[in-house]
């Protein structure tokens, strides 16, 4: 089944207001041919101003992410109503980052997503396993805790928009890359645990490869049949990085 590439930039803390106003206007032009979805994921004050500056071209904008509830006293948190506004229709969640970092839990990451769905927004649900997971043969068995713990009472009706994202934990940011045949056999077991749960929408869910994704690999992992996009972290932040991995998808 052809699915529609999908490359999307997880700028992490990273650029201001004004860089990343910059940065969508410079990317517009390589993704007005329409051949690949094109989103940037700035940080959370962030959002409006990008949203804003590619209002009319054809990059999307997502959120970092979101928390599970609307309102109420949660010093410091973001709901999806409030992305949402903001122009976003993308919400990054689960990523390792989040998990390692803050405490984020297979549990947490399905509030969060119940709570994007909630709002009509995309969400991107990140998996991935460290390399001592890797390692001791435990691949199968997190992705798998990950996929069924962040979809938990979801149908398949529901999660029409899932976008998911494979990221071995040990290639982010380490500029370790998986190979080809690890991207590509983790993936077609990510969508055969995907077709346990949603049937045939399975075929039509674009997983995304993520980690260490740059213009010198960007061609290759993309070939694979069911690596149908990357979630970029660092060459995201350059223009004709960035630009460079859209032209390979």
């Known amino acids: ?79 999806a109503s409030h992305l949402k506004a903001a122009g976003a ?21 399905n509030k969060r997503l119940k709570a994007v769905l909630a709002q009509g927004l995309v969400p991107i649900l990140c998996i991935g396993e460290t390399l001592a997971e890797r390692d001791g043969g435990k691949l199968e068995t997190v992705l798998k805790q990950q996929i069924t713990g962040g979809l938990a009472g979801l149908s398949a009706e529901q999660l029409g928009t899932l976008v998911v994202a494979y990221e071995p934990v040990w290639a982010i940011g380490t500029g370790r890359t998986a190979t080809t045949a690890q991207a590509q056999e983790a993936h077609a ?22 980690g260490s994704v740059k213009p010198d690999n960007a061609k290759e992992l993309l070939s694979q049949p069911d690596v149908d996009g990357a979630l970029v972290g660092g060459a995201s932040l350059k223009a004709a990085d960035f630009i460079a991995i859209i032209a390979a998808a």
């Open 189 to 210: 077991f990510v969508r055969g645990v995907l077709r346990s749960i949603v049937g045939e929408l399975a075929d039509k869910i674009r997983i995304q490869y993520g």
């Open 89 to 109: 229709k993308y919400v990054v969640l689960g990523h390792s980052e989040r998990r390692q970092l803050f405490g984020e839990t297979n549990e947490t990451v």
């Open 1 to 79: 089944m052809s699915r529609k590439p999908f490359i999307a930039g997880n700028w992490k803390l990273n650029l201001s207001v004004e860089e990343g106003v910059a940065l969508v206007r410079a990317l517009a032009p390589a993704a007005a041919a329409g051949k690949v979805e094109v989103a940037v994921c700035p940080t959370a004050l962030c959002v409006y101003a990008v949203a804003q500056a590619a209002a009319g071209s054809a990059i999307g904008v997502g959120g970092q992410n979101a928390y599970w509830e609307e309102k109420g006293a949660f010093t410091g948190e973001i709901s």
